[in-house]
């Protein structure tokens, strides 16, 4: 098996992500594609992390490395090499796989119920976070791409899919609630305000639902750590 590469699109934590796979004796190599390191090869990836970022996947004159992810992303779905698609990592592989991401008419922020379709209550990953809160914190969404499973979706938005070794997901399980609440006092404080609330509202909502977020996230990554090959 090739190495564990986790791509970044901000100088972010990964939080409750790196816990698991260290829990789990997974090393990982970390791809600052934000500062412009270079993306590996296929060859040289047995699995694949794709995170989130303030970008949006359609800005690629303005980010033209997202192209060369989102071929390296195909590149790995075609030769069966696990890939999880994180936010931004979710709206990639989308658009990567024949989908469609965009600008949402609103932002969906704080902790969001989620319902399971068939399909991901069947999921051996999606569906850890069955009748549980999930955290959102996105301004972008996703059509579905052609002969993807949706697996759950929000009130507002669809929030996982599987097409062959590729799960997206649209929340943050991988975010403690105190970068969450971070993120809604300072860089995305205007998007918490366009959802229609503010940080405090925001960090009381994600108070009430800490344990599950916690719950869900954990079980969440274990299960797709070990599902890998």
Avoid at 68 to 73: A, I, K, P, S
Avoid at 98 to 114: I, M, N, Q, T
Avoid at 193 to 213: C, H, I, V
Wanted: aromatic residues 6%; negative net charge.
């Amino acid at each position: 098996m090739g190495k564990m590469v986790v791509i970044k699109h901000a100088h972010e934590s990964l939080g409750r992500l790196a816990e698991r796979l260290a829990h789990h004796g997974v090393e990982w190599e970390e791809v600052m594609v934000i500062d412009g390191e270079p993306l590996p090869g296929p060859d040289e990836v047995g699995a694949l992390v794709t995170m989130g970022g303030s970008m949006g996947a359609y800005e690629t004159e303005e980010h033209p490395y997202l192209v060369d992810e989102m071929q390296l992303v195909r590149d790995l779905v075609e030769r069966d090499v696990p890939v999880l698609g994180i936010c931004l990592g979710s709206q990639l592989l989308a658009a990567a796989l024949g989908g469609r991401a965009y600008l949402a008419d609103r932002p969906e922020v704080g902790a969001v119920s989620v319902e399971l379709t068939e399909a991901g209550r069947r999921h051996p990953v999606v569906s850890k976070v069955d009748g549980r809160r999930v955290f959102e914190m996105h301004e972008d969404t996703f059509d579905l791409p052609p002969g993807s499973a949706l697996l759950a979706r929000s009130a507002r938005f669809p929030q996982a899919f599987a097409l062959g070794s590729a799960l997206a997901i649209q929340f943050h399980p991988e975010a403690h609630n105190c970068q969450a609440n971070r993120w809604a006092r300072t860089g995305a404080r205007e998007m918490v305000e366009r959802a229609g609330t503010n940080p405090e509202e925001f960090a009381t909502g994600m108070a009430d639902a800490e344990q599950e977020l916690a719950d869900g996230a954990y079980q969440l990554f274990d299960a797709w750590i070990d599902g890998l090959p």
